[in-house]
């Protein structure tokens, strides 16, 4: 069902999708950027659709309930539940929950939306990274270029042990991608303009 609405969405918008991943890759962290509207829930969840996949985004287990479970189910939802699994214990980190996801799961790409806000904003939040690199997944370039009229995923990234140049490779591929309201997006400028910026590795 959504595959056909996304169909629909993208053919009478006049939008196309790209998937540059090499085969294998079916458990992943993707980043969500730009993210300047509203609209970009809209054509990132129906691009995703189209490729076939399996796309989640993560909201409070508290959200997964009546009446809103059934709709948020339906467009990915995922929840989080940062209860401490024994008395006593501490509440695992946000990052370590959304880790925990992948266990024993053969399929999860799971949405980030690294910068936080639809503001301008010139230093995205890292959790993403962390995330992927206590899951041991990959990142994916996941992206929306409204001056193309086109939504997809441009590439996986591996994680090296230099979180520095892996951001900067993030970076070198989100730099020139225009979100629908230009003004309000920005790479992170802490790893931007460096020397390593091959988009992927």
């Keep these: 069902m959504l595959k056909i609405l996304g169909k629909i969405i993208f053919w009478f918008t006049r939008w196309k999708v790209n998937f540059d991943l090499p085969p294998g890759v079916n458990r992943c962290v993707i980043i969500a950027s730009p993210h300047t509207s509203n609209w970009d ?5 129906a691009g995703f659709a189209i490729l076939d996949i399996p ?9 997964l309930r009546f009446p809103f479970k059934t709709l948020m189910n339906f467009l990915g939802a995922i929840g989080i ?3 401490p699994k024994k008395p006593g214990e501490e509440r695992p980190s ?3 929950a959304m880790a925990e996801l992948f266990e024993g799961r053969k399929e999860l790409a799971v949405m980030v939306t690294p910068e936080g806000t639809r503001s301008l904003r010139t230093e995205w939040k890292t959790g993403f990274y962390y995330v992927a690199k206590k899951a041991n997944v990959p990142v994916c370039f ?10 997809g995923v441009g590439g996986v990234l591996h994680l090296s042990d230099d979180m520095d140049a892996d951001l900067r490779k993030i970076m070198a591929f989100y730099k ?3 979100g629908k309201i230009p003004e309000k997006f920005s790479v992170d400028l802490r790893y931007d303009g460096k020397k390593e910026d091959s988009p992927a590795s």
């Excluded at 829930?41 to 969840?45: D, G, M, N, P, V």
């Excluded at 996941?142 to 939504?151: N, P």
């Design 41 to 45: 829930f809209l054509y990132a969840r």
């Design 142 to 151: 996941g992206y929306l270029d409204y001056e193309k009229r086109e939504a």
């Design 176 to 178: 020139d991608i225009k």
């Design 94 to 96: 946000l990052t370590d």
């Design 55 to 63: 796309l989640r985004y993560t909201v409070k287990k508290e959200f």
């Design 81 to 83: 539940d940062r209860t």
